[in-house]
Nanobody
Framework: QVQLVESGGGLVQAGGSLRLSCVVS????????MGWYRQTPGKQREFIARISSSGFRLHDASVKGRFTISRDNAVNTLYLQMNNLKPEDTGVYYCNQIPNNLNWGQGTQVTVSS
């Protein structure tokens, strides 16, 4: 069974940086299109960025120029480099295949203080 394990979140001041990781076990990760999502209390999970199996990237307008999605197929890991963080980036971050065919992981909490 494929498992998603997100990590790298934390508390950071506005303007700071974090790098999130998502390890995908039990799968042929290199063949998956993958994405990052964010959920805040009372809201639906929202799309942040995606990367295809061939490396094509797409970032939501709200994070474009600040966040960068990447992947390392050799270690079955998806990354999200987050720079110039803003308080509105606060939330629980999740990764998943696109489309979202995999069971969601626990996510990793990102808190940005002003």
């Amino acid at each position: 069974q494929v498992q998603l394990v997100e990590s790298g979140g934390g508390l950071v001041q506005a303007g700071g940086s974090l790098r999130l990781s998502c390890v995908v076990s039990g799968s042929i990760f290199s063949t998956y299109d993958m994405g990052w999502y964010r959920q805040t209390p009372g809201k639906q999970r929202e799309f942040i960025a995606r990367i295809s199996s061939s490396g094509f990237r797409l970032h939501d307008a709200s994070v474009k120029g600040r966040f960068t999605i990447s992947r390392d197929n050799a270690v079955n890991t998806l990354y999200l480099q987050m720079n110039n963080l803003k308080p509105e980036d606060t939330g629980v971050y999740y990764c998943n295949q696109i489309p979202n065919n995999l069971n969601w992981g626990q996510g990793t909490q990102v808190t940005v203080s002003s």
